[in-house]
């Protein structure tokens, strides 16, 4: 359909008539399909160059032209489905860029300073060791003030509201280390700190870095799989011609001619012809509906068979998907007010570090009377206790987390979304689209004869109707072309075809048989008389019995709430054993069941794909999408899983558990480090070079328990 | 002594080019596409052949 004009609206122009095009092919796995991709879209004429980027799993073209080439088409025909995604929009990520220009000065110069102070340390004379700290202070200067920006910012940025996180001690420990350091190295003292504090702001940067990086890379990943909302359509002007509008250009009043396999743009009603709607992922029912002229359509819901002629009732900004889209905004609840680990722990530490250093001080300045002496000993008290294997500590377990997750096919936005899911206690589930494909499967295949199923299944080959690709399917390839000929698909009816002189017609009762019955649903009828009958399910996603009994198994509450009819409600849980359920649910009723639970004191995790689950999904205390959810559900998930089986949800809940688990222990690990350096350095033995030792081996020990996360018991769950 | 003198200038200067061919790198994309890079090693060279075979 309209790709050309919709692959124009998405490109940037790069001048000279060059246009750049970002299209997403999620199914891009590997070198070969690297090659496939590039010699396939690189061979279209005014294509002038084609590259994969196999990390987000984009295609970016450059093209000259006034028509972009057929790209879609070309790697769809490859075997890649792709979509388009804004071009240049998201294209670099600043904050990433300078994360890691902030790493590399921070590597840099803390590999020259350890230089420098290994010298020192096996006993370089007084006059070397003046130049060696001397030249150390003014790296350690230009490191702090370019890398150090990163923790002095989110530090000012907490005091300024009144709250304290994990920066505030990291940022007065190196910024009063630096200082004592400096004043030392101008009075020729012995010691100085320049290595301890820079290195320090190198470890962190790598958790800071790596905690991002996950981030960035799940969002980017996930960002366009599916373009649910189209960005045009094409309007009927006053003189009769077409035009393909922009979305946002569409007035209601606006006459729109959708064709087969295009999304209802804007809320509006028919004004003309007969087609089957897609609603599934609009309202949850897992039926097509039958549209006529006069029918309401709501935005996002698809048009499966035939054309249809609409007029607008509303702007793109007040239809149904931004009605959803303010739901959602309302909703955000449970996950705005949690806290993460990190920051409840520094809540803790800050006050604590800060008063034994200030205690420290007071002490041997009362013993001694050497302020110079109490001062050193309290920075070494605050060095030795500056987290940095705290800080290590939450994100490196969330890193080879996420990693194992997305091993698993699932991706996790951020961290805290770990913490959530390991704390979830229920589990709510909505059903179309989630529990089951959202695609109907034809049940008992068996009890149709084979030739008839199979020339249900040639007839049924040739319609988009979900009702006869699900025919289509269970017919497999014919083993013989059966001679049809003058097939003809009639919109909300059904399919004809010809074989000599016998008119075979697949579709609605009352249409494909002509006697007068009784009958409805789905038949294959010969010139009127009735073949066969066909019965339809939404099949079950794979593995959903299996998942939702480790679910049971785990002690979660599990409940369905779906939009859909009770009987097809009825019939999914009942094939899961599942006892609670609620049905024909409007998206603001899921919400409120949400925040039910919520106030019972329930942590819920909400599992749901549809345009009715975004608020619900947006309310849950944590949530999780399939990859074919609709955008701002996906955007409101926490989780988004890449494969159709729902073992995606166990599979999940095993790994954040095991993630808190180890994250616990790397908390016990730094505290009972401190717990025995802090004695040492209250008495006033520690040395620059025992500082450098003890940061380095607690930071070690830290990340290799992390290393042990391994998706243990979740293989088994994965495999049925 | 006499050698530090002109060894820790050298020093500072060999990891400055490091550094410098480090930002070089991440400003010219080389950190893009980690995982492509990694695949593209077991491409065939293109460039002998017509553009589109």
Request: proline residues 5%; hydrophobic residues 50%.
């Amino acid at each position: 359909m309209n790709t050309g004009a919709e692959v124009l609206l998405a490109s940037r122009a790069l001048g000279d008539g060059l246009w750049q095009t970002d299209l997403s092919a999620p199914t891009i796995h590997c070198a070969g399909c690297i090659r496939n991709v590039e010699r396939g879209l690189g061979g279209l004429p005014g294509v002038e160059q084609a590259r994969v980027n196999l990390s987000t799993k984009r295609v970016g073209v450059t093209w000259r032209g006034d028509t972009p080439p057929a790209l879609i088409e070309t790697l769809a025909g490859l075997g890649y489905p792709a979509h388009l995604c804004d071009s240049g929009a998201d294209e670099k990520d600043p904050e990433l860029a300078r994360l890691i220009r902030a790493l590399g000065v921070a590597g840099f110069v803390a590999m020259n300073i350890m230089l420098f102070s290994v010298s020192v340390w096996s006993g370089a004379d007084a006059q070397t060791r003046q130049i060696f700290h001397g030249l150390s202070a003014v790296l350690a200067l230009a490191a702090l003030l370019y890398s150090g920006q990163v923790f002095f910012r989110s530090a000012w940025g907490a005091l300024k509201t009144g709250h304290t996180n994990m920066d505030v001690p990291i940022s007065v420990g190196i910024s009063l280390a630096f200082g004592l350091s400096l004043y030392d190295t101008l009075n020729h003292g012995a010691h100085a700190y320049f290595d301890a504090a820079v290195t320090l702001v190198f470890f962190l940067l790598i958790g800071r870095t790596l905690d991002h990086m996950m981030r960035e890379r799940a969002r980017s990943a996930v960002r366009g799989l599916v373009q649910l909302s189209p960005r045009g359509a094409n309007v009927l002007r006053a003189d009769g011609t077409y035009t393909y509008l922009p979305v946002r250009e569409i007035e209601p009043g606006s006459r729109i001619l959708l064709a087969a396999g295009d999304r209802v743009p804007v809320d509006g009603w028919v004004e003309d012809g007969v087609s089957a709607l897609d609603c599934a992922i609009v309202t949850g029912e897992s039926m097509p509906q039958s549209v006529k002229a006069g029918a309401s359509l709501r935005a996002g819901t698809l048009n499966l068979t035939g054309p249809l002629t609409m007029v607008a009732s509303a702007r793109a900004d007040t239809s149904f998907l931004a009605e959803m889209v303010r739901l959602m905004e309302a909703a955000e609840g449970g996950r705005a007010r949690y806290r993460r680990l990190a920051d409840r722990a520094a809540q803790l530490y800050s006050p604590v570090v800060h008063s034994t250093a200030l205690l420290t001080f007071l002490g041997w300045m009362a013993a001694t009377g050497d302020w110079h002496r109490a001062i050193g000993i309290a920075i070494a008290v605050l060095i030795i206790t500056c987290p940095c294997a705290l800080g290590l500590a939450v994100p490196i377990v969330q890193v080879v987390a996420a990693r194992r997750l997305f091993e698993s096919g699932i991706m996790v936005k951020d961290g805290s979304g770990l913490e959530r899911l390991a704390a979830a206690d229920s589990v709510v589930f909505d059903k179309t689209g989630t529990l089951t494909l959202g695609r109907p499967r034809l049940i008992d295949a068996g009890a149709v004869a084979p030739e008839v199923l199979s020339l249900a299944g040639a007839l049924a080959q040739t319609s988009n109707h979900p009702l006869a690709r699900a025919i289509a399917r269970a017919a497999g390839t014919p083993v013989q072309p059966l001679p049809l000929a003058a097939i003809c698909e009639y919109p909300g009816l059904g399919i004809e075809a010809r074989v000599k002189d016998d008119v075979y017609r697949l579709g609605r009762a009352e249409w494909a048989l002509n006697e007068a019955t009784a009958e409805s649903g789905t038949v294959l009828g010969c010139n009127g008389r009735k073949l066969a009958a066909f019965a339809f399910e939404d099949a079950l996603r794979p593995d959903a019995a299996t998942a939702v009994a480790t679910l049971r198994q785990a002690n979660k509450n599990i409940t369905i709430v779906s939009g859909d009819r009770a009987d097809a409600v009825a019939m999914a849980a009942g094939q899961l054993g599942i006892d609670t359920f609620m049905t024909n649910l409007l998206p603001g009723e899921k919400v409120d069941y949400l925040r039910q639970l919520g106030d019972a004191g329930r942590h819920v995790l909400m599992v749901g794909d549809g345009l009715n689950d975004a608020p619900a999904l947006a309310a849950a205390y944590v949530s999780m999408a399939p990859a074919t959810a609709a955008d701002i559900g996906r955007n409101a998930a926490d989780f988004v899983f890449l494969h159709e089986s729902l073992s995606a949800v166990p599979t999940a809940f095993a790994i954040a558990r095991r993630a808190n688990t180890l994250i616990r222990q790397n908390f016990v690990l730094a505290i009972g480090y401190n717990a025995i350096a802090l004695p040492i350095a209250i008495a006033g033995y520690v040395t620059p070079l025992i500082a450098a030792l003890a940061m380095s081996l607690s930071s070690i020990i830290v990340v290799s328990n992390a290393l042990r996360l391994k998706p243990e018991k979740t293989a088994a769950v994965a495999a049925p | 002594m006499n050698s530090l003198i002109f060894l820790i200038p050298l020093a500072l200067l060999l990891g400055g080019i490091g550094l410098a061919a480090f930002l070089w790198s991440l400003r010219s994309g080389q950190y893009d596409d980690l995982e492509g890079a990694a695949a593209r090693i077991l491409l065939e060279d293109e460039t002998n052949e017509p553009p589109g075979a």
